[in-house]
């Protein structure tokens, strides 16, 4: 599920290095006939900007994993189960959706109508709203079912890819 998030903090990360370190350091054009402002230096810039996203991504996640493991030992998110579950019945259908359909849909409405609305008024406010939303739409098909507190905590594990995503779109 988190995969297709991977993908742009991947590419927003990459380019950010990349610029950065270019501007700063770059001094040998890596193809000029193809890219003339492109350097050698801004390459691996990209690499690594891309390495430090993926570590910042991923310490977000074991921290939120942690946080929940010490609060409610033994807890589970039943989502993380369904999608490990409808990936084993139908692999193609569940790869369509995830990597397609899913992406493009979150990504219109979280962060090009939710929080584009949002940062008219604050950019704090377009961040909390979009993020929390996300969450939100990942759990709600469980509100009735579990207790309130474990909906909060199953919505805690979204947290990182929605603020993640929403940095990536500003």
């Not at 039943?78 to 979150?106: C, H, K, Q, R, T």
Request: charged share 10%; proline share 4%; aromatic share 18%.
């Amino acid at each position: 599920a988190y995969l297709y998030g991977l993908v742009f903090i991947g590419a927003w990360m990459t380019d950010t290095g990349a610029y950065f370190v270019g501007v700063l350091f770059g001094k040998h054009k890596l193809i000029p006939e193809v890219s003339p402002k492109k350097t050698v230096e801004g390459a691996f810039g990209g690499v690594l900007g891309c390495i430090l996203g993926f570590v910042i991504y991923w310490a977000a996640n074991i921290f939120v994993g942690v946080v929940i493991a010490l609060f409610f030992p033994g807890y589970y998110n039943p989502n993380d189960a369904n999608i490990a579950s409808m990936a084993g019945d139908g692999f193609w259908i569940m790869f369509a959706g995830s990597v397609i359909l899913v992406p493009v849909v979150e990504e219109t409405l979280y962060r090009g109508v939710v929080f584009g609305l949002a940062d008219r008024y604050s950019r704090t406010l377009a961040y909390v709203l979009s993020t929390v939303l996300f969450a939100l739409i990942h759990v709600i098909g469980y509100i009735g079912i579990m207790k309130p507190q474990y909906i909060l905590v199953s919505m805690l594990q979204y947290v990182p890819a929605g603020l993640c995503l929403s940095w990536i779109y500003t």
